[in-house]
C-alpha cells in the first residue's frame, strides 16, 4: 500500500507486535518513516526478527505485560531517544473470545491488568499518547441500525467485557494524568493471517482441510473490515493530534455483511460452489453488529478502501503466496 502521509516524527511502542495485526501496524509504522520499538512475549520470532532486519529503524524485544519490569524496560527504551514525539499502541491481549470465556481469570490478567501496568509506568515515565484497539463487541448485538459511539455498551461475553474495562482503565489513567488517549472500537477484522477460530479462517481452512464449509450460523450480519484498512486507519489516528483528554471512534466499514454471504463471496471468487457451504445449526439465530463510522471520517478523512469483495480477493492471494514461500 503506497503512503500519503509521514510519521518521521514519532517514535512508536507498539505492544503485542508479533500478533497479525500488531506485526502488520509495526511494518506500516515504520514504513512511514516512525521509529518502533516492539514488544511481545516472542519478541525475536521469525516474524519480527525479519521485521527489525529490515528496517534499522526497528527495534523488537521480549517481555511479559504482567511483569512490571518488562514494561518499565520498554517504555524506558522508547523515551532513550529525544526529537520525536512518543506514542504507545496497545494491542497486546488474550483475543480468542473462546478461550476467554474458557479461563476468564487469565483473560482479565492479559487484557485488563497488563493495562493497568501499562497505564501506570506510561504515567510515571512521562508518555502522553496512547492508542488502544478495542471491539466492537463491547456493544453487543442488541442494535438493528448503524452503531455510533454514544451507544450504550452491553458486552455479552468475558471477552468484550475485559475490553472494556481496559477501555475504563485508559480512560481513567489518562485523565488524572492529562494523557490523550483514543480508544478505537474495530468491527471484525480479516486478512492473510485470519486464525482458524475467525469467521473468515474457519471459511478458509475448512473449504482446504474438508472441501466443505461448515458454519453454525449463517445469519448474523457483521461488519467485515480487511486489515490493511485497519492499520491505516490506526496509522492515521496517530496525526490527529495530540490535545489531552479521551476518544472513541469506531473504526469499521459501515456495511453490514451475513457470515452466509461472506462464505458464498469466497466460493465465488475460488470458482468453488456455493453449494460447499454448509450450516449445521437447524435455526441460526439472527444478530446484527454494524459501526457508523461517520465520526473518525470527519475527525481524519479516513475512509476504508477495501470492500468486502476486493479484501477477501487480497486474502485469498496473499495466503496463497504465504504457502508458496513457505513451501
Request: neutral net charge; charged residues 25%.
Amino acid at each position: 500500500m503506497s503512503l500519503d502521509f509521514d510519521l518521521r516524527q514519532y517514535r512508536a511502542l507498539v505492544t503485542g507486535a508479533s500478533g497479525v495485526l500488531g506485526l502488520r501496524l509495526s511494518e506500516q509504522l515504520l514504513n512511514a518513516g516512525a521509529e518502533v520499538v516492539g514488544f511481545d512475549l516472542d519478541g525475536m520470532s521469525k516474524p519480527l526478527r525479519t521485521l527489525s532486519g529490515t528496517h534499522e529503524k526497528a527495534k523488537m524485544i521480549s517481555g511479559n505485560m504482567l511483569d512490571m519490569a518488562s514494561v518499565y524496560e520498554a517504555v524506558r527504551i522508547l523515551n532513550r531517544q529525544s526529537g520525536r514525539k512518543r506514542a504507545v499502541f496497545h494491542l497486546s491481549a488474550m483475543s480468542d473470545a473462546n478461550q476467554c470465556d474458557a479461563d476468564p481469570e487469565e483473560a482479565f490478567r492479559q487484557n485488563v491488568e497488563a493495562t493497568v501496568n501499562l497505564m501506570q509506568v506510561c504515567s510515571q515515565e512521562g508518555v502522553q499518547r496512547v492508542i488502544f484497539p478495542s471491539t466492537a463487541y463491547v456493544y453487543g448485538s442488541l442494535y438493528n441500525e448503524l452503531i455510533k459511539e454514544e451507544y450504550a455498551i452491553h458486552p455479552e461475553s468475558v471477552y468484550p467485557l475485559t475490553k472494556l474495562l481496559a477501555e475504563q482503565t485508559i480512560q481513567g489513567y489518562g485523565n488524572m494524568n492529562v494523557m490523550s488517549c483514543d480508544i478505537v472500537r474495530i468491527s471484525n477484522i480479516y486478512g492473510s493471517g485470519s486464525k482458524s477460530n475467525t469467521i473468515l479462517g474457519t471459511i478458509m481452512f475448512q473449504a482446504e482441510k474438508k472441501g466443505a464449509i461448515f458454519l453454525q450460523n449463517l445469519k448474523p450480519v457483521r461488519d467485515f473490515i480487511y486489515i490493511d484498512d485497519v492499520v491505516d486507519g490506526l496509522s492515521r489516528i496517530l496525526l490527529a493530534g495530540d490535545e489531552p483528554g479521551s476518544r472513541v471512534y469506531n473504526l469499521s466499514t459501515g456495511k453490514g455483511t451475513s457470515v452466509g454471504e461472506l462464505a458464498r463471496v469466497f466460493c465465488q471468487l475460488k470458482g468453488l460452489s456455493p453449494e460447499m457451504v454448509k450450516c449445521s445449526g437447524s435455526s441460526g439465530k439472527e444478530s446484527r453488529l454494524v459501526l457508523s463510522n461517520d465520526l473518525l471520517e470527519r475527525r481524519i478523512g479516513w475512509k476504508p478502501r477495501y470492500s468486502v469483495l476486493e479484501g477477501i480477493q487480497k486474502t485469498i492471494n496473499e495466503w496463497a503466496g504465504r504457502k508458496y514461500a513457505e513451501a
